[in-house]
């Protein structure tokens, strides 16, 4: 059976340009739309009426600093609250909940927070990973993919992946990719929120790919935030 694939060139344009961009991370372009601006609604409520807390999940907490805690609380007006893995919604449910909260935080107290927050709060290590990424489209200089852009590195994935015979299907895929101020991709996070079985193969592609030229934005090295939607055909 032979693969065609085909990536859509203007999607991917509207995935990297400013408003596809806020859309993005506000989940709207991903299958879960309801139910992702449910939970940003559910967190700006708690934000409003002073009982919002960060979500920890049981399994992965640290032990306890109730004083710090109390403290966090005091300064920032935010609890915490511990919730059973699976058992008080989908961990993709509880990051953004918590990315709510944390967008409230940095936008009222600037990033001091971070250093008082727990650590082991749900999203953390990735709203870290994140802060200071500039999107594809906004970066003074654009970071190159063997000479090309953002679709011919789509093409490089794709042409790459490996995939079980069994498989093969016909199915869209749609990720973020972080890279780094040399031109690494550091972090791949698939923004649908029904996966496809292709995903896993396209991720894997994507993190063994040649480095990028680096970017800049404002004359400095920066990190870039892209989206790769890509559309895989196998028949």
Known sequence: MRMRFQYYILLLLLCNSPMAFAQLEAGSVSAGIASQKSTKESAKRALKDGTAKL????????????????LFKTKYGVGYEIKGDGLDGTPREMKNYNYTIFAWLEEKYGKGWLNDVRKDVVGYDKWVLY???IPYILCSTKPRFNGGTVSDFTG??????????????SSSVLVRVLLSEEGEVI?????????????????????????WSPAYHEG????????????????
Not at 187 to 205: M, Q
């Open 131 to 133: 802060q200071d990424a």
């Open 156 to 169: 490089w994935v794709i042409n790459h992946m490996e995939v079980d015979e069994k498989d093969k299907i």
């Open 55 to 70: 979500i920890v999940l049981s399994g992965a907490s640290l032990s306890p600093n109730v004083r710090q805690d109390d």
């Open 220 to 235: 400095k090295p920066c990190k870039v935030i892209l989206h790769l939607p890509a559309h895989i055909d196998y028949r």
């Open 187 to 211: 972090d791949v996070d698939d923004i649908r929120e029904v996966p496809s079985l292709l995903t896993d193969p396209f991720v894997k592609a994507i993190h063994k790919a040649p480095k």
